[in-house]
């Protein structure tokens, strides 16, 4: 999901740029810009709060109405400001999967190395911060197991900051902590990874405005053309009310489905904590969106 700036609350360059969305990249650097004086004529939060406040009470009402739960995230959730100018406001168009394939990106040369789901291992030094452990299984819509499934993620640092020329936020970077890591899902579905706990960062779309700390998923399915972009959370945050993203899913029990668990048989003694989080993806009685032999019409016959 991405998360834009906002940029009618700073009124000075430099303009720091959101970089949620994007993986990290090498370090350029370059010694941290200073964010721009804010404007006082900014959103505050209490006013974002009463504003997302009144759509889930609105969203209420209509479930005591009738109305069947929301799974998804709203695409024009207006609290989330520029997510009313990116949305999507047309069909989207069909595209032939071979061409497609012929211009995706490649995961490096060479096949995933079970080691690169440990991103504390992939400098010289050891990160600073939380270490963590995620697990999980990825399943499908009847509870199977997906193997063979490319899991990747990224994340920000401790002190929730990405290694990417976009993020200029100014807490510290570390020289031992990348931030991105992948591997390929078991016979049982499973994947695991070693990581830190990420940090909550400023994001801008309103004065004051942070975001929960948590970790960006990406799957890949068979083909290219098969992905799915999420973000996993950890339990307890107390900026869940406070994050337009977060919020964006209107429905509290589907919203409770990217928040990891903490899980004591998977915490190591004097290691490591641990999460548990299964991605469910979906299956064999899904209710099509997209139907390419027969369209809206196939849509309607489910």
């Given at each position: 999901?991405?998360?834009?700036?906002?940029?009618?609350?700073?009124?000075?360059?430099?303009?720091?740029?959101d970089v949620s969305d994007a993986a990290p990249q090498a370090?350029?650097?370059?010694?941290?810009?200073?964010?721009?004086?804010?404007?006082?004529?900014?959103?505050?939060?209490?006013?974002?709060?009463?504003?997302?406040?009144?759509?889930?009470?609105?969203?209420?009402?209509?479930?005591?109405?009738?109305?069947?739960?929301?799974?998804?995230?709203?695409?024009?959730?207006?609290?989330?400001?520029?997510?009313?100018?990116?949305?999507?406001?047309?069909?989207?168009?069909?595209?032939?999967?071979?061409?497609?394939?012929?211009?995706?990106?490649?995961?490096?040369?060479?096949?995933?190395?079970?080691?690169?789901?440990?991103?504390?291992?992939?400098?010289?030094?050891?990160?600073?911060?939380?270490?963590?452990?995620?697990?999980?299984?990825?399943?499908?819509?009847?509870?199977?197991?997906?193997?063979?499934?490319?899991?990747?993620?990224?994340?920000?640092?401790?002190?929730?900051?990405?290694?990417?020329?976009?993020?200029?936020?100014?807490?510290?970077?570390?020289?031992?902590?990348?931030?991105?890591?992948?591997?390929?899902?078991?016979?049982?579905?499973?994947?695991?990874?070693?990581?830190?706990?990420?940090?909550?960062?400023?994001?801008?779309?309103?004065?004051?405005?942070?975001?929960?700390?948590?970790?960006?998923?990406?799957?890949?399915?068979?083909?290219?053309?098969?992905?799915?972009?999420?973000?996993?959370?950890?339990?307890?945050?107390?900026?869940?009310?406070?994050?337009?993203?977060?919020q964006s899913i209107v429905d509290q029990d589907a919203r409770?489905?990217?928040?990891?668990?903490?899980?004591?048989?998977?915490?190591?003694?004097?290691?490591?904590?641990?999460?548990?989080?299964?991605?469910?993806?979906?299956?064999?009685?899904?209710?099509?969106?997209?139907?390419?032999?027969?369209?809206?019409?196939?849509?309607?016959?489910?």
């Amino acid at each position: 999901m991405p998360e834009d700036v906002n940029l009618e609350i700073f009124n000075a360059d430099p303009i720091t740029e959101d970089v949620s969305d994007a993986a990290p990249q090498a370090e350029t650097g370059a010694a941290p810009k200073k964010y721009a004086p804010l404007d006082a004529a900014a959103e505050s939060q209490a006013h974002l709060s009463a504003e997302m406040k009144s759509i889930g009470e609105a969203y209420a009402k209509a479930l005591k109405d009738g109305a069947p739960a929301e799974t998804q995230p709203r695409l024009d959730y207006a609290p989330y400001r520029s997510s009313v100018l990116r949305h999507p406001t047309k069909d989207l168009h069909h595209a032939d999967p071979e061409t497609i394939e012929l211009y995706s990106p490649a995961f490096g040369h060479m096949d995933v190395h079970a080691l690169e789901s440990d991103l504390t291992i992939q400098h010289n030094g050891e990160p600073v911060g939380e270490r963590i452990l995620v697990s999980g299984r990825v399943l499908d819509g009847d509870g199977r197991p997906v193997a063979g499934q490319l899991v990747e993620i990224w994340q920000a640092n401790s002190a929730g900051r990405y290694i990417h020329k976009r993020d200029q936020h100014p807490a510290p970077l570390d020289p031992n902590f990348t931030g991105v890591g992948r591997c390929i899902t078991g016979a049982d579905g499973s994947y695991s990874f070693t990581t830190i706990k990420p940090g909550a960062y400023p994001w801008k779309n309103h004065l004051n405005a942070w975001r929960p700390a948590h970790i960006h998923f990406s799957l890949f399915g068979q083909e290219f053309t098969q992905r799915i972009v999420t973000q996993m959370y950890f339990p307890g945050d107390q900026l869940f009310p406070l994050d337009p993203i977060y919020q964006s899913i209107v429905d509290q029990d589907a919203r409770d489905r990217l928040v990891a668990t903490y899980d004591h048989d998977l915490t190591k003694p004097e290691w490591a904590i641990g999460y548990r989080w299964d991605i469910v993806l979906t299956g064999s009685k899904r209710t099509w969106t997209e139907n390419e032999a027969f369209g809206t019409a196939g849509d309607e016959s489910e």
